[in-house]
T-cell receptor
């Protein structure tokens, strides 16, 4: 039982480049989330999904896009990376509403934009 | 806007003592409050959830209280061990499908 798997674990991008972060979960969870974590800022919600084919904006969605074509996968895209997007990105999933059940997090992707 | 405050300063305690971490929030009335543990370089791990109508929840050496009048939660680790050293995050539901997180408090338990 792998839980939540994020790929890649590390990446260095040049300003203006694009990339996609992949999140896969094998727990049949309906809800999936993308957070970024920065020193002193805590975890901030970027985008989330309440089911296959649905996505919604979180607290800091600008510069990111997401897709949930399959229930088990949630992709986070950066179309034109900026240094301000240097961060650690975490994907999470939950079986129902986030309030009633704890989230399961992946191990994170450390992204540096130079 | 909703705001969650956790002590940004590290908490250093001696092994065997009880560690108490605080989570305060403003401008919101959450139905649930959660606590997570995060180790360096790892994702947060869910520990406990407490509902607004529950005053206290326990799990092994962990205890969480939730005071909706004070808008505060306390997280206790009894008989603390060096292995308990980590950052602890509290989180609140701001909608039925979203959580917001505090910045966390780092706990260091020394022998």
């Amino acid at each position: 039982n792998a839980g939540v798997t994020q790929t890649p674990k590390f990446r260095v991008l040049k300003t203006g480049q694009s990339m996609t972060l992949l999140c896969a979960q094998d727990m049949n969870h309906e809800y999936m989330y993308w957070y970024r974590q920065d020193p002193g800022m805590g975890l901030r919600l970027i985008h989330y999904s309440v089911g296959e084919g649905t996505t919604a904006k979180g607290e800091v969605p600008d510069g990111y896009n997401v897709s949930r074509l399959k229930k088990q996968n949630f992709l986070l895209g950066l179309e034109s990376a900026a240094p301000s997007q240097t961060s650690v990105y975490f994907c999470a999933s939950s079986s129902w509403t986030g309030g009633a059940f704890g989230y399961t997090f992946g191990s994170g992707t450390r992204l540096t934009v130079v | 806007s909703q705001k969650i405050e956790q002590n940004s300063e590290a908490l250093n305690i001696q092994e065997g003592k009880t560690a108490t971490l605080t989570c305060n929030y403003t401008n919101y009335s959450p139905a649930y409050l959660q606590w997570y543990r995060q180790d360096p370089g790892r994702g947060p791990v869910f520990l406990l959830l407490i509902r607004e109508n529950e005053k206290e929840k326990r799990k092994e050496r962990l205890k969480v209280t939730f005071d909706t009048t004070l808008k505060q939660s306390l997280f206790h680790i009894t008989a603390s061990q060096p292995a308990d050293s980590a950052t602890y995050l509290c989180a609140l539901d701001i909608d039925t499908d979203k959580l917001i997180f505090g910045t966390g408090t780092r706990l260091q338990v020394f022998p």
